[in-house]
């Protein structure tokens, strides 16, 4: 089983649709939680960064992060097409030696 | 605030050959990561440095080593490239008090 499992997709959903992205774990010791976006050929960009459980809002963009379950989700409102990109999720333990991201989900937004 | 750098950003070797990849931290950050991704794939940890000391390193052969210089810079080496050393390089700093890791646009290696 590997540390961290994300649907590869590919996603597509039309503009203004509601995106759900979600990773899960195996590692409970995990304590940090981070989705980054990475457009075609260029280096990952970081998203939203989490520690331990709850919820994080930015703009368009919602964090959730479920330890009990092992479970992570990105959630994206009004989705538009300048967000097609792959998501990666990435998390790290407490003194974040032991930092995994996870395979990433290509989005793709129809206009 | 320039973000993190690296050089060069393409580079094609052959088999067999020795390449050497470099990268500059956001300024402040004293330690630098790298990792490898193969296309469709996430990237894979290779080292991480922090204050010039090896603090981390992943599941790859001796063929790969790094060093930090003082000024806390990264070079990247990959000696006697094979087929599958084809990918893209990422170089990430990150600041002491802070877990989340800032990326640079990478280096992408092919090796024909």
């Known amino acids: 089983q590997k540390e961290v499992e994300q649907d590869p997709g590919p996603l597509s959903v039309p503009e203004g649709a509601i995106v759900s992205l979600n990773c899960t774990y195996s590692n409970s010791a995990f304590q940090y939680f981070m989705w980054y976006r990475q457009y075609s050929r260029k280096g990952p960009e970081l998203l939203m960064y989490t520690y331990s459980s709850g919820n994080k809002e930015d703009g368009r963009f919602t964090a959730q992060v479920d330890k009990s379950s092992k479970y992570i989700s990105l959630f994206i409102r009004d989705s538009q097409p300048s967000d097609s990109a792959t998501y990666l999720c990435a998390m790290a333990n407490l003194y974040g030696q032991n930092f995994v991201f996870g395979p990433g989900t290509r989005l793709s937004v129809l206009p | 605030d320039a973000g993190v750098t690296q050089s060069p950003t393409h580079l094609i070797k052959t088999r067999g050959q020795q390449v050497t990849l470099r990268c500059s931290p956001i300024?402040?950050?004293?330690?630098v990561s790298w990792y490898q991704q193969v296309l469709g794939q996430g990237p894979q940890f290779i080292f991480q440095?922090?204050?010039?000391?090896?603090?981390g390193r992943g599941n790859f052969p001796d063929r790969f080593s790094a060093r930090q210089f003082p000024n806390y810079s990264s070079e990247l080496n990959v000696n006697a490239l094979l087929l599958g050393d084809s990918a893209l390089y990422l170089c990430?700093?990150?600041?002491?008090?802070?877990?989340?890791?800032?990326f640079g646009p990478g280096t992408r290696l092919t090796v024909l």
């Open positions: 990430a700093s990150s600041s002491r008090d802070r877990i989340e890791r800032f």
């Open positions: 300024s402040g950050h004293k330690s």
């Open positions: 440095y922090y204050e010039k000391e090896e603090r």
